[in-house]
Nanobody
Framework: QVQLEESGGGFVQAGTSLTLSCAAS????????IGWFRQAPGKEREFVAG????????DYADSVKGRFTIFRDNTGNTVYLQMNSLKPEDTALYYC???????????????????WGQGTQVTVSS
């Protein structure tokens, strides 16, 4: 069982930065793949970034590559998404997610994730 809670969203100007946090429960957190996803009004949920349990390997959507950085602190059971050079098109509800089992491999597909947080809103004004 994994419980996730996002925080750190807000209303910011284009070109500025935000860092989102995903706090997780569970003693085996460090074994889980964690993904960040976002969903804008009227659009499907989309992959943003992912990180494997050890934190050694990361992956990014093309739209955020070079601007966003995902990293994790397994001691603190937290995964972060540092977002720089924010654009209005980054406006969305951001979610972190984990698969049903720590044995499930990394995926960009939301359907492969079972545990979801409630989301944190990011709004970027031009």
């Amino acid at each position: 069982q994994v419980q996730l809670e996002e925080s750190g969203g807000g209303f910011v100007q284009a070109g500025t930065s935000l860092t989102l946090s995903c706090a997780a429960s569970g003693r085996t957190f460090s074994s889980y793949v964690i993904g960040w996803f976002r969903q804008a009004p009227g659009k499907e949920r989309e992959f943003v970034a992912g990180i494997i349990g050890s934190g050694v390997s990361t992956d990014y959507a093309d739209s955020v590559k070079g601007r966003f950085t995902i990293f994790r602190d397994n001691t603190g059971n937290t995964v972060y998404l540092q977002m720089n050079s924010l654009k209005p098109e980054d406006t969305a509800l951001y979610y972190c997610a984990a698969p049903f089992s720590r044995d499930i491999d990394y995926s960009r597909s939301p359907s492969e994730y079972y545990y979801w947080g409630q989301g944190t809103q990011v709004t970027v004004s031009s």
